[in-house]
């Protein structure tokens, strides 16, 4: 018997009528011969509504507190889903995330999980049962409930699929799977039938926001194959595997992002160390920087550029103000208005010439490249925030991915 | 250092500015120099709120993942209560009902209490703590989540009250404590000072709906004074503690209630064994029989009538009918349309007379009796249900409970 476990957003069990196509698709899927064990998102928006509540009550509510309340919401969806489940004649039993041993440390509101003791999650389903386990919380190595932050009910899953070791473990969520680019912005973009780990955390880390790169890493590190796809469709998604295991492609996808924002030191003396004074002062103040650009004129003069979360423009000015001060910089310029656009494919490794390709069109389409950045499977490139849906659709166009690879 | 519990229902926490004003009084609590264990309810109609949702998925949900369900809506008031709490600046922390060691037996939806195992509430306390416990859950000897029925938060209160050796336990609720009758139908009605546990059983089982009777049983049996008060108002409320500490009154007060029904069969022959007959079957079907009366006539035939929760009026109407027929009884009479008033006080053992003012108070107000019943501190009679005012205004007014005893 084949062992598969399932993960449903808060989008997939917003309301009872939802709950029930869920519990109607895990019958399904028991009555074709296998184990399932659901892992499941707070309903809707409930987790939100419950941090409202929170903050009506207080500016700074503590983190043990916050933990117990917003563990609240998955509690309830579980519980309903088993319902339903009985409901359709098939045996069920709700585990919160302290019952299924999900063991994380001591950090509320972000917890790490540490190891997974599911004991009563193999004797239930030893019983017959389906198993619905409470996604994003656990219990503490000092037994108090934690969460493990936005999106971690994915993690939950690939920790729990690692830990029985599953056949395969289905994220369910209200996209139809990965795609070529953001459809909203490329009408052609086209649904891939599989990936690389590798390229889904490239993809994460560059505006895909379909799985979160932590659960990405989880399931590389514990060869847990995904396969992501559509609570509202059923149809057969997108599977994320060991590189290994995808058909070849140069190109997998093109994604963007807008959230971050960029700052330019103008002209400072060009001295040892003046890269590392700038960030560790803003590492100390918790400014998350991603891209990083330096280059020496003539002379003798350098300029960095480096870009970071929008959330954190106007703190990470100030420090740069200072330091620049201290250093003897000519000016400071920052800029909210920038967009990153990235070309991901572990193809690329032995394709060359796909960055070349993508500075000309690019370029074809007058966008101006103000930063770059690249690792063995990625190429990213700095635009204007306002051409950035031109510059994607020219190299989603350009490299073909409307077309699967033959 | 003494140590207070305090048990707030579901009105006194019922929104954001509720459970404010609730901290606030905690923190005072705390700040008199108590160590104080408060144990919550969820939030006004929150428990109905679930239930109506899992109404929506099945019409017969499994009872584990109703008490999973419904569970949640201690653990989102009691953890709203904390961040209030250190909101004002004192420490707390919250345990659900598994975690405050409230162990109980395996039966969902109405679990009986086996065991307090408190050790991680005395722990929290000894820290300086407010602990915060969910009321109404437990855990049962098998580690699944249990809850006691209605009205067992108060439950809750009375026995960590108990386990801790508390100094007293104050109920908060949404009236200002027990009053000699129904205020809305006698508005001289008198807010007591005290009564005994007994007295405050023989309320709870004829009417008075302030505390559930084994709350009072479990307070009795452990020697926990409680103390019933107003979360509105946080004036002094009433006392219900042992006999011999209560000053005594011949009558503490009259209760009524109209949620039973009668049933009488009349003209039954008078053989050994007949009533054993009735009532087992009765009892068979679950109809929780109340006051039971038998008259034997001259002529050799019985009557026999006894009261009974109105929702069981067709099930118990028809199983009479069957045994009356077998009996050859002459006829069986159902009447919905009754009430009980009771004289309760504990005085009432060294007074004679009580029983007889009683009916001759109600004989000049027009008033038949239909059946009565007595025990050491109460006397019952059934009256028509249009009477039941007039009758509790009249009893009142003859038994002076508007005054306080001298």
């Not at 889904?200 to 396969?227: I, P």
């Not at 803003?282 to 330096?294: F, G, K, P, S």
Request: proline share 3%; charged share 25%.
């Amino acid at each position: 018997m084949t062992l598969v476990v399932q993960k449903y957003g808060g989008t997939s069990v917003a309301d009872a009528d939802r709950i029930r196509a869920v519990a109607d698709h895990v019958v399904r899927t028991r009555r074709r011969g296998h184990d399932v064990v659901v892992v499941v998102s707070a309903m809707g928006r409930s987790t939100d509504e419950l941090l409202q509540l929170a903050g009506q009550i207080s500016a700074e509510p503590p983190a043990r507190e916050l933990d117990m309340l917003v563990s609240a919401g998955e509690r309830i969806s579980m519980s309903l889903l088993c319902m339903a489940i009985w409901d359709l004649g098939e045996p069920a039993s709700s585990f919160t995330g302290s019952q299924a041993g999900i063991v994380t440390d001591t950090t509320h509101g972000k917890a790490k999980i540490l190891e997974i003791r599911a004991d009563r999650v193999t004797e239930a389903l030893e019983q017959g049962k389906i198993v619905v386990v409470a996604g994003f919380q656990g219990v503490s190595t000092e037994k108090e409930v934690t969460t493990m932050g936005r999106g971690a009910s994915d993690l939950t899953a690939v920790a729990l699929a690692a830990a029985l070791d599953a056949d395969m473990c289905e994220i369910y969520t209200d996209v139809a799977g990965v795609y070529t680019a953001d459809p909203r912005i490329v009408p052609e973009a086209r649904r891939l039938k599989a990936l690389a780990y590798e390229e889904m955390l490239e993809m994460a880390a560059t505006g895909g926001r379909v799985l979160a790169a932590r659960s990405v890493e989880y399931a590389r590190n514990f060869d847990v194959a995904l396969h992501v796809r559509s609570s509202f469709t059923w149809e057969p998604g997108t599977w994320v595997k060991k590189e290994e295991e995808v058909e070849k492609a140069i190109l997998s996808g093109v994604t963007h992002d807008t959230s971050e924002a960029k700052v330019t030191v103008v002209g400072v003396p060009d001295k040892p160390g003046i890269a590392a004074r700038l960030f560790r002062a803003l590492a100390d103040e918790a400014v998350n920087v991603d891209m990083i650009e330096q280059n020496v004129s003539v002379t003798g003069l350098a300029d960095i550029s480096f870009t970071f979360p929008k959330a954190d423009l106007s703190v990470a000015t100030r420090i740069t103000e200072q330091i620049a001060d201290e250093l003897g910089a000519a000016r400071v310029v920052s800029d909210a208005d920038i967009a990153r656009i990235s070309l991901i494919g572990a193809g690329m490794k032995s394709h060359p010439g796909v960055a070349a390709t993508m500075f000309e069109t690019l370029a074809a389409e007058g966008l101006n490249i103000e930063m770059i950045s690249t690792s063995p499977i990625r190429i990213s490139c700095v635009v204007r925030a306002a051409d950035v849906e031109k510059g994607v659709r020219a190299l989603h166009s350009a490299f073909e991915l409307d077309t699967a690879p033959a």
